[in-house]
């Protein structure tokens, strides 16, 4: 059963790591028509949250083995 949760964890883990990547590729490539200051600071404010989540991706992983 715990191995079930981690491996739901994991893939939740994976899907939001999935989304902020592709909300920080269409930031980067400009498909959201953003002010040069607002792009700056929606990419500033991805790569923290994509650190986080790959934090949180390698605690599960360590935890899981």
């Known amino acids: 059963m715990l191995k079930t949760i981690s491996q739901n964890m994991f893939d939740v883990v994976v899907g939001f790591v999935v989304i902020a990547t592709v909300f920080y590729l269409a930031v980067i490539t400009r498909i959201v028509p953003l002010p ?8 500033e404010i991805s790569l923290k949250i994509m650190d986080v989540l790959v934090a949180c991706g390698a605690w599960l992983i360590s935890l899981l083995s």
């Open 36 to 43: 040069e200051n607002a792009l700056t600071r929606i990419t």
